[in-house]
């Protein structure tokens, strides 16, 4: 046999190929656990015994229990399931009712008290692209950019717009027993668009805002 080329570098033996379905398994595990046990006791060597992964692979997907559960529990939205279409009230009206679907999940139910207790009293802010990769906001923007010309005001910002609409959600999924409001998803809607529309007219009203 011929010796091999010493300028030729050698050839890496081929590494066990990464197993997919370890983020898969460890999510679905992560919602069981919730709905079963709690927010208290979703722990990541829970989740660990629940789904078959080692701790250690998960540490290195997750780097907290808490980024894992918020990723289980608030995956954004299927782009798909709110495409475009230029329909701005279709549009908006499909984006809430996903967007309630999401919230009112059984584990999202069950983590999202222990998630904004955890929040408020977090000394580090997590980077901004975690967010995006948890929410819905920019599926909400692509709404917005799709909207007919004309439709909605300019001056309005779609950050605010997306914040009052998340306090909406958030009342009529995790809220309700308490407020004892449970309005057509079509309400919400209305107060988004007349959030969004461009005011008919300001020349009817004087500098204070009062009509003329």
Do not use: K
């Amino acid at each position: 046999m011929a010796d091999a080329d010493p300028a030729e570098p050698p050839r890496r033996r081929p590494g066990r190929p990464r197993d997919t379905s370890i983020d898969e398994r460890a999510l679905e595990a992560t919602r069981e656990l919730l709905v079963r046990r709690g927010f208290d006791a979703t722990t990541i060597h829970a989740v660990a015994a629940h789904s078959g992964v080692h701790a250690s692979a998960l540490y290195r997907r997750w780097g907290s229990r808490i980024e894992l559960i918020e990723e289980a529990t608030f995956p954004g939205l299927n782009p798909l399931s709110v495409q475009p279409t230029g329909d701005l009230r279709r549009d908006l009206r499909r984006f809430v009712r996903a967007y309630v679907a999401a919230f009112d999940a059984p584990a999202s139910r069950a983590a999202a008290a222990g998630l904004l207790a955890h929040h408020q009293t977090a000394s580090r802010q997590r980077p901004p692209e975690f967010y995006l990769r948890v929410s819905a906001r920019p599926q909400f923007q692509d709404i917005l950019r799709a909207a007919p010309p004309g439709s909605v005001d300019p001056a309005v910002n779609p950050d605010d717009v997306f914040d009052m609409l998340l306090g909406a959600i958030l009342t009529r999924t995790l809220l309700a027993t308490a407020t004892a409001r449970r309005r057509p998803i079509e309400r919400t809607v209305e107060m988004i668009l007349r959030l969004l529309h461009p005011l008919a007219s300001h020349s009817s009203l004087e500098p204070d805002g009062q009509p003329a």
